[in-house]
């Protein structure tokens, strides 16, 4: 079974554009969380859908927001980039929106805002 | 709100030795899972070892093992003769019974084995 695959790997942005970033879950995966991870701020949770809805939100502005298709792919979205944009996002899937089920990551992509 | 905190941010073990990674976290709910996860410097996320927390027993999985302390609210990853292989980032993660989609990460430790 194919894992969870992210695109693109590695992405350079302009301060102020605004970016897209796409996650396929693995095969018969529900449920899709996204993670932002920095040197500073450490692994924070963006936000999770599950069949197409988003059930939680972390604590990030308005600006980052994302959605899930009916094929479970999801893509995070984040408009008017800053420098401090500049993280590795992870995504990780899971069968079920249920505690018991593991999540699995994918390799994440890179994303370096100047 | 869960937080997660790891008191080392690096550690260094010989080639064949045992070394413990701790961790310690902060909740007051009852329903919860705590892991162990592996970032290699390639950047993918794996799961090392996970725990129940209405499981007494500590889990291990072959050279990886944990000591849960529930009370104490510690939960710390023992590595068994150590490999070159081990070299990486740990993450200790906390995952709500109630909020199953968001884990709560510590900010890691970088194990350096040295052979």
């Known amino acids: 079974k194919a894992g969870v695959t992210q695109t693109p790997r590695y992405l350079i942005k302009t301060r102020g554009q605004q970016v897209t970033l796409s996650c396929s879950p693995i095969?018969?995966?529900?449920?899709v969380s996204w993670y932002q991870q920095t040197p500073g701020q450490g692994l924070q949770f963006l936000f999770e859908?599950?069949?197409?809805?988003?059930?939680n939100k972390g604590n990030f502005p308005g600006r980052f927001s994302g959605r899930q298709f009916s094929n479970s792919r999801s893509e995070m979205n984040v408009s008017t980039l800053e420098l401090g944009d500049s993280a590795l996002y992870l995504c990780?899937?899971?069968?079920?929106?249920?505690?018991?089920?593991?999540?699995?990551f994918g390799p994440g992509t890179r994303l370096t805002v100047t | 709100a869960q937080t997660v905190t790891q008191s080392q941010p690096e550690m260094s073990v010989q080639e064949a030795e045992t070394v413990t990674l701790s961790c310690t976290y902060d909740?007051?709910?009852?329903?919860?899972?705590l892991f162990w996860y592996k970032q290699p410097p390639s950047r993918q996320m794996i799961l090392v070892i996970r725990?129940?927390?209405?499981?007494?027993q500590n889990a291990t999985e072959n050279r990886f093992s944990v000591n849960f302390q529930k009370a104490a609210k510690s939960f710390s990853l023992k590595i068994s003769d150590s490999q070159l292989g081990d070299a990486a980032m740990y993450f200790c993660?906390?995952?709500?019974?109630?909020?199953?989609?968001?884990?709560?990460f510590g900010d890691g430790t970088t194990l350096t084995v040295k052979p």
């Open positions: 993660a906390y995952r709500s019974g109630y909020n199953a989609g968001k884990s709560t």
């Open positions: 725990q129940e927390a209405y499981k007494q």
């Open positions: 990780a899937s899971s069968l079920e929106a249920y505690t018991s089920y593991e999540q699995y």
């Open positions: 909740t007051s709910e009852s329903d919860y899972y």
């Open positions: 095969s018969g995966h529900r449920s």
């Open positions: 859908y599950f069949s197409e809805t988003q059930r």
